[in-house]
């Protein structure tokens, strides 16, 4: 058979995997979609009658979606940082994760990108950022490397993972000449599109909470521990559910090495906690509301306490061998390393570094309404990219379009 | 014609569509309404799920150039179809000049902070000047009032104190606007090159290529940048006729605005608002390469500052210890 023919029954192959499925799958979907639709409605609402239905305001004009953003661009860059110990130490264990990470990583550019969009006043005219139509505001301005990288990096994925998908559905063994300099490239691409995504803030001198070359290694630890959680979920999802032989082994690694990351992070945190405090500067109020509340604005102290706390009890989890080895323990630290590292990214970025803003004034920012449930609308479209990506995946990755007997090893 | 499309008609192509058919005519206005129309669907379309931004301002089409790449007639044509699409909506002649900056002019501003007493008129004559939305309302001045104890302490100022009541006894006044940076971190970080520095030194805005981003805003140190939330409303009676086109013409929501040293007015020779408003001549304007000029001899021989001026952005607008 022809390579068209081969592709054209890998298509069909992929929608006929998505379109069937059993209750459980069913009611997943229908639940997503559903937060889908609400979050069309308030987005709607937003488009109508302007970013005035957010929180947002001149003195805090960056909040919740560029935060959000901020985080989700973490989650797709470790995702595909697994690629490391895979393909260069060729550690068997994990190399099945490497499919489920670019997937993972393909959902969270696509929910960046829908943040991003959600936020700007304009989203008809993004057009006008590309080149040639438009006019992309390169070498200087860093939102501008933000959209090159960010997009070069989903064509990437998604390159990569459609021809190794291809390639296990046709029985054929991927070429590796082919795909490897590709999955080596997306490499340093992951790590560049988060730092760029760090250049976004810490080259604003006006900004001094963000204005810190301490930001990207930050941006890079806090990365590495919140992909790989989601990882670890699903990877225990898909072994209950499917055939899928993932080994203890391969997840009880991944949280090692997470448990490093978060260790890592929070030197890097402690750090800035010492330098600004220490030093004592009239920069130190930006740490002081984060953590103190100024002037009795305490809006998101709370939730910056349950941020540390959750970071310090995941590193504890995920250090201990005991621990990150008994289930339980191991989930309980991925919902607490998504606690913290969604909480200190999300809010405990942005909004510190805004307020008070660069003439004093305190604006106390919470996320509206509208806001929320247009995030969770993005959210919803994220995971169901990730389900549909992975309902695709499975059957593919355990051979089952393959005779008995014939399968390819991956 | 002024309002092509509204959001409602937005909505939902199919709507739209249905519509088309019913007002096909050969009256050459109502085709171009047709067609901003459509642009508008098909803008409603490429944006997320059919709702575009399409505001109560819609008179440039989908399809613009960035300002600064158009051509004189193409210029022409956009300012004629703006010009009569808000003489409609105003009642009243708007005339919207694209005059450029003059090549032996560089503009410059100092303010005499032991003269301002805080009274706020300078926000007001810029908020009519400008066509400001007034709800909610825009301001591109911020008075901060400050002890002066403390001296200039941007932790400590108060935008919000109370304007009957001043000169407060143990306060001074710094008013903050747009310091039309020689450096301006703004420019930079815009993705799209919708704000830049013209030769005269004023930094402007192209409200039709803006995303409304606000990356220039997170950018600015002074807090000089304003989005429009919502869209802005300024009753047409107040309604300032004389625009330019990177200053003073209607906003739509969605884009970012902000001080452009008046440049409707000083393009023709005249001082801002803010400069002519001031009651007591706190306010100084000029031009920076005519070395007999008022605002050369106050750099020259008073005491002048610049705010954070270790960021190194480099202001055009100067504070200055007059007395």
Redesign the interface.
């Known amino acids: 058979m022809n390579t068209a023919t081969l592709f054209a029954r890998f298509v069909l192959d992929s929608l006929r995997s998505i379109t069937r499925g059993n209750k459980l799958y069913w009611t997943w979907v229908a639940f997503l979609l559903l937060l889908m639709s609400a979050g069309v409605l308030a987005y709607v609402h937003q488009s109508r009658n302007g970013l005035i239905t957010t929180s947002m305001r001149d003195q805090v004009s960056w909040a919740f979606y560029i935060g959000n953003f901020t985080f989700l661009v973490g989650v797709a860059a470790a995702a595909v940082l697994l690629v490391i110990p895979a393909y260069v130490y060729e550690w068997k264990p994990i190399k099945e994760v490497v499919i489920l990470g670019e997937l993972l990583a393909i959902s969270a550019i696509t929910m960046c990108g829908l943040f991003v969009t959600v936020d700007v006043g304009h989203p008809e005219r993004l057009w006008h950022l590309l080149p040639g139509l438009g006019h992309l505001n390169l070498p200087r301005s860093m939102l501008a490397w933000d959209v090159v990288v960010l997009n070069s990096y989903l064509v990437l994925n998604v390159i990569i993972v459609t021809y190794l998908l291809f390639s296990l559905h046709a029985g054929r063994s991927p070429n590796k000449k082919l795909f490897l300099p590709l999955v080596l490239f997306s490499i340093p691409a992951a790590i560049g599109i988060h730092t760029v995504t760090a250049f976004l803030y810490c080259g604003l001198p006006g900004r001094p909470f963000w204005n810190t070359s301490i930001l990207v290694p930050r941006f890079l630890a806090s990365a590495f521990c919140s992909g790989p959680a989601v990882l670890i979920v699903l990877m225990q999802i898909l072994r209950r559910f499917t055939r899928f032989e993932i080994q203890n082994e391969a997840i009880w690694k991944i949280a090692e090495l997470m448990s490093y990351a978060m260790g890592v992070n929070l030197i890097l945190l402690g750090a800035e906690v010492f330098k600004d405090y220490y030093s004592n500067t009239e920069h130190l109020i930006h740490m002081r509301y984060m953590f103190e509340g100024v002037g009795g604005h305490h809006a998101i102290v709370p939730w910056m306490w349950l941020s540390v706390f959750c970071s310090i009890a995941a590193f504890l989890v995920f250090i201990v061998p005991k621990t990150r080895r008994n289930p339980i323990w191991l989930n309980l630290g991925c919902a607490l390393i998504w606690v913290g590292v969604y909480l200190e990214k999300g809010m405990g970025l942005v909004i510190p570094g805004m307020t008070p803003d660069t003439l004093g004034e305190i604006y106390e920012y919470f996320p509206s309404h509208t806001e929320l449930w247009v995030a969770s609308g993005v959210f919803a479209t994220g995971f169901l990219v990730f389900t549909l990506l992975v309902k695709i995946a499975t059957p593919i990755m355990l051979g089952d379009y393959q005779p008995a007997g014939a399968k390819v090893a991956h | 014609m002024s309002k092509s499309c509204k959001?409602e008609g937005c909505?939902s192509g199919a709507g739209c569509g249905g519509a088309h058919a019913a007002t096909e005519e050969l009256d050459p206005q109502v085709e171009e309404a047709t067609r901003r129309e459509f642009m508008c669907v098909i803008?409603?379309c490429?944006?997320?799920?059919g709702?575009?931004?399409?505001?109560e301002i819609t008179h440039t089409s989908?399809f613009q150039k960035?300002f600064r790449?158009l051509g004189p007639e193409e210029r022409a044509s956009i300012v004629a179809d703006l010009e009569k699409e808000f003489s409609e909506k105003f009642g009243k002649p708007v005339t919207i000049s694209t005059q450029p900056a003059r090549e032996d002019v560089q503009f410059g501003y100092a303010l005499d902070i032991s003269r301002c007493i805080g009274c706020r008129r300078c926000v007001y004559a810029c908020v009519k000047e400008n066509n400001q939305s007034r709800d909610?309302q825009v301001h591109w001045i911020?008075v901060?009032e400050m002890d002066k104890e403390k001296g200039i302490?941007?932790?400590?100022?108060n935008?919000y104190y109370d304007a009957e009541t001043v000169p407060r006894p143990g306060h001074f006044y710094l008013p903050?606007a747009c310091q039309q940076c020689d450096q301006p971190?703004c420019v930079?970080?815009?993705?799209?090159?919708?704000t830049w520095k013209e030769p005269d030194g004023i930094v402007v805005i192209d409200y039709d290529?803006?995303?409304?981003?606000?990356?220039c805003?997170?950018?600015?140190?002074?807090?000089a940048?304003?989005?429009?939330?919502?869209?802005p409303s300024v009753p047409a009676e107040e309604i300032n006729p004389k625009m330019h086109y990177l200053g003073n013409r209607p906003r739509m929501?969605?884009?970012v605005e902000k001080c452009t040293f008046c440049v409707q007015r000083t393009r023709e020779g005249r001082y801002p608002a803010c400069v002519e408003v001031c009651p007591v001549g706190a306010r100084k304007f000029g031009n920076l390469s005519d070395p007999n000029s008022e605002i050369r001899y106050i750099l020259e021989h008073k005491r002048v500052f610049v705010l954070?001026n270790e960021?190194?952005t480099r202001p055009r607008f100067f504070y200055f210890y007059g007395l």
């Open positions: 959001n909505g803008a409603g490429a944006a997320a799920l709702v575009s931004g399409c505001s989908f960035r790449e909610p911020r901060l302490d941007l932790a400590h100022a935008a903050v971190s930079k970080s815009c993705p799209v090159g919708a290529w803006c995303i409304g981003c606000r990356c805003m997170s950018a600015c140190p002074y807090g940048r304003h989005f429009n939330w919502t869209d929501k969605g884009v954070k960021l190194n």
